[in-house]
């Protein structure tokens, strides 16, 4: 799906992508993306699970450490700085996982949180996919989603 995402839409649109990472260190990410050759060179990360992790690895500088998936405010002003960096392109923002948000944010902050990123986002004319697994919501983040979303695509 992130391949997919990044290789496919991005690339082909001509878009700078900020994925934000709350599960997976942004250098395992660069590495997997890599090995299944997918062009990273637009691809910029948020990367919210390094420092908690001490796992900051080798970072490039397309990769800004946030504390914590809890410090939603500096979240959205990373992106805010990947979007002035790459003024004049259109964006697309990923923001993996939902889930793991959920579990780090009481779920009235985490919607606040994604109903202020998508709507300034969508300020911007972007593109934003929200990536989660269905199977391990809680429904009040299933209709968090719903309520910030214009479309719902399951994948099988």
Same mark, same amino acid.
């Given at each position: 799906?992130? $391949?997919?995402? =990044?290789?496919?839409?991005?690339?082909? *649109?001509?878009?700078?992508?900020?994925?934000?990472?709350?599960?997976? @260190?942004? #250098?395992?990410?660069?590495?997997?993306?890599?090995?299944?050759?997918?062009?990273?060179?637009?691809?910029?990360?948020? /990367?919210?699970?390094?420092?908690?992790? &001490?796992? +900051?690895?080798? $970072?490039?500088? #397309?990769?800004?450490?946030?504390?914590? @998936?809890? !410090?939603?405010?500096? =979240?959205? %002003? *990373?992106?805010?700085?990947?979007?002035?960096?790459?003024?004049?392109? $259109?964006? %697309?923002?990923? %923001? /993996?996982?939902?889930?793991?948000? +959920?579990?780090?944010? /009481?779920?009235? &902050?985490?919607?606040?949180? !994604?109903?202020?990123?998508?709507?300034?986002?969508?300020?911007?004319? +972007?593109?934003?996919?929200?990536?989660?697994?269905?199977?391990? &919501?809680? @429904?009040?983040? *299933?209709?968090? !989603? +719903? &309520?910030?979303? /214009?479309?719902?695509? @399951? %994948? #099988?």
């Amino acid at each position: 799906v992130v $391949r997919g995402i =990044i290789d496919e839409f991005a690339s082909k *649109k001509g878009l700078a992508c900020v994925y934000v990472t709350s599960s997976v @260190p942004a #250098s395992t990410l660069t590495s997997a993306l890599q090995s299944l050759e997918v062009n990273t060179s637009q691809l910029s990360f948020v /990367d919210c699970i390094s420092h908690t992790l &001490m796992a +900051a690895g080798q $970072r490039s500088a #397309s990769t800004v450490l946030v504390e914590s @998936p809890t !410090m939603l405010e500096n =979240i959205i %002003l *990373k992106v805010e700085y990947f979007a002035r960096i790459n003024e004049g392109k $259109r964006l %697309l923002v990923v %923001l /993996d996982s939902v889930n793991s948000f +959920a579990l780090h944010n /009481d779920i009235k &902050m985490l919607t606040e949180f !994604m109903t202020i990123l998508t709507n300034s986002l969508k300020a911007k004319e +972007a593109y934003t996919v929200l990536l989660a697994l269905p199977e391990q &919501m809680r @429904p009040e983040v *299933k209709e968090a !989603m +719903a &309520m910030v979303s /214009d479309v719902i695509i @399951p %994948l #099988s």
